[in-house]
């Protein structure tokens, strides 16, 4: 009679603890869990999505969106993935265009990826900062004063009240990966990680195409067009001797235009057509749905030559050519027809604040472009003394950040770190066949290119670039 009546107790103690917890709107994964997005194939994995308070004063907040391992999500890691921009949605593009688990059809369903991460890991995808994708703050004017500090500072956050929510990750193995400005986010993210003494299982971090340097990067573009037959022997002659690609960025966000990079510009225009993807060089590009949706938002480096250098929202279209791949070259512009549905959004327990429509790039944020020059090499230096591993991996069809530049600067901070190549630069294999070549020093940074990869390597090489996740994960060199 005893022990029943203390089971009695203890359970209207847990029942009083639960109301009040909910009173008091502590917060709870299951608000969070997604019954079913609209048009999606039966799985038995689990989703979430739903915000992260930041600020609570100014009502800022992070959107995201969670999908736990295809099996045993208990025992497999936690990658966090972030796209760049500046200003980009990690959502639209990691999560619905490149290795989510699944792809919208037509804007009305679903279909499985047969190559989504979650095979490998629980994958938690931010819209970071706020004013991107869902993500928002009811103070506007947040959105005026963004910077690389802010944004670092906002994700470490998020990170820590999302471990509030999700306790049973706080311990697992964390990796942070992302591309083209993630190659700002991600290790400034790792840094404050680190110095901040929280106790985050941090193993290892991983950038795609990531902009790194800016003139190395930028300037890399001349050489990449002109071996790739983009551009002529005459207008490779203006670019390296003329007006460079980094100049004319600074032009471009001064809002000043010189003599000479303006022909520069013209001439580009003249070589390399509309009907060319810089952010895949080989690819087709969708034509069935008219103007892309992603070519017309207020993005800050919108125009053509060639400023929209680092957004996901510009065609970035994948490869066609790998039909047994499965590649749709319209799947960011079925992804803004399903995200901007009312009913997808409800699913999401998603809100659009101050704005009309979902994005795949901020129409209202105002990034502080100066942040583009400042470097992230000695960033990803300071991680790897601290012994944290890092991977640069480039899609080799990339012209914007092109894998030229992301491999010398590597090259050159493993001689600065005094780190000797463990694996001599060689190609890897994946099903028999070349997936890309890599190399690596001192077993701890590592670079690789995936073999008709795009910038958006994982939309447009979805199986080389699953191969190098699965290998990245594990800590083993490239096969």
């Not at 959107?63 to 921009?85: C, D, I, Q, R």
């Not at 990079?261 to 060089?281: G, M, R, T």
Request: glycine share 8%; hydrophobic share 40%.
């Amino acid at each position: 009679m005893k022990s029943q009546l203390w089971m009695i107790i203890k359970a209207v103690i847990c029942i009083m603890l639960m109301q009040i917890c909910g009173a008091v709107g502590l917060p709870s994964k299951e608000d969070d869990k997604i019954v079913s997005l609209p048009g999606q194939p039966q799985v038995s994995f689990q989703q979430y999505a739903g915000y992260i308070a930041i600020d609570e004063k100014q009502q800022r907040a992070l959107f995201y969106y969670f999908v736990e391992a295809e099996t045993e999500p208990a025992s497999k890691p936690l990658v966090l993935w972030l796209n760049g921009g500046p200003g980009c949605s990690s959502v639209g593009a990691g999560a619905f265009s490149e290795h989510g688990p699944f792809r919208p059809s037509g804007g009305e369903n679903l279909i499985r990826n047969e190559y989504s991460w979650n095979k490998e890991a629980n994958i938690l995808y931010l819209e970071s900062p706020a004013g991107v994708g869902f993500s928002y703050s009811a103070n506007t004017s947040f959105y005026n004063s963004v910077n690389d500090t802010i944004t670092a500072q906002d994700n470490l956050k998020f990170l820590q009240n999302w471990f509030v929510k999700f306790p049973e990750y706080k311990s697992r193995d964390l990796f942070i990966a992302g591309e083209s400005y993630a190659g700002h986010y991600v290790p400034q993210l790792a840094k404050l990680i680190v110095l901040s003494g929280l106790k985050f299982n941090l193993k290892s971090i991983a950038l795609g195409n990531p902009l790194l340097d800016f003139s190395t990067d930028l300037n890399s573009q001349g050489d990449y067009y002109w071996s790739h037959g983009l551009i002529s022997d005459s207008t490779y002659k203006l670019i390296t001797a003329i007006c460079n690609t980094s100049q004319r960025v600074r032009e471009h966000i001064s809002g000043s235009s010189s003599v000479a990079c303006k022909a520069v510009n013209a001439q580009l225009s003249k070589e390399i057509p509309d009907a060319i993807d810089n952010y895949d060089v080989t690819a087709d590009v969708c034509v069935s749905y008219g103007q892309s949706q992603l070519r017309v938002y207020n993005h800050p480096l919108r125009p053509r030559f060639h400023f929209s250098l680092f957004s996901e929202s510009l065609g970035e279209s994948p490869n066609q050519a790998k039909s047994a791949e499965n590649i749709d070259v319209c799947v960011q512009e079925k992804t803004f027809m399903y995200l901007n549905r009312k009913d997808v959004q409800e699913a999401l327990h998603a809100q659009l604040v101050g704005v009309s429509n979902w994005s795949f790039c901020s129409p209202v944020l105002n990034y502080d472009m100066k942040n583009l020059e400042i470097p992230m090499i000695d960033v990803v230096g300071s991680l790897v003394s601290s012994g944290i591993s890092v991977l640069v991996y480039s899609g080799d069809q990339d012209s914007v950040v092109p894998f030229t530049g992301s491999r010398s600067l590597v090259n050159g901070l493993a001689k600065k770190l005094g780190l000797n190549a463990t694996v001599t630069y060689r190609p890897w294999f994946q099903d028999k066949q070349v997936g890309g070549w890599t190399q690596v020093y001192g077993e701890i940074l590592t670079f690789a290119t995936i073999r008709g990869g795009s910038h958006m390597s994982p939309s447009s090489s979805p199986k080389r670039s699953l191969a190098l996740f699965k290998a990245f994960l594990a800590g083993n060199p490239l096969a």
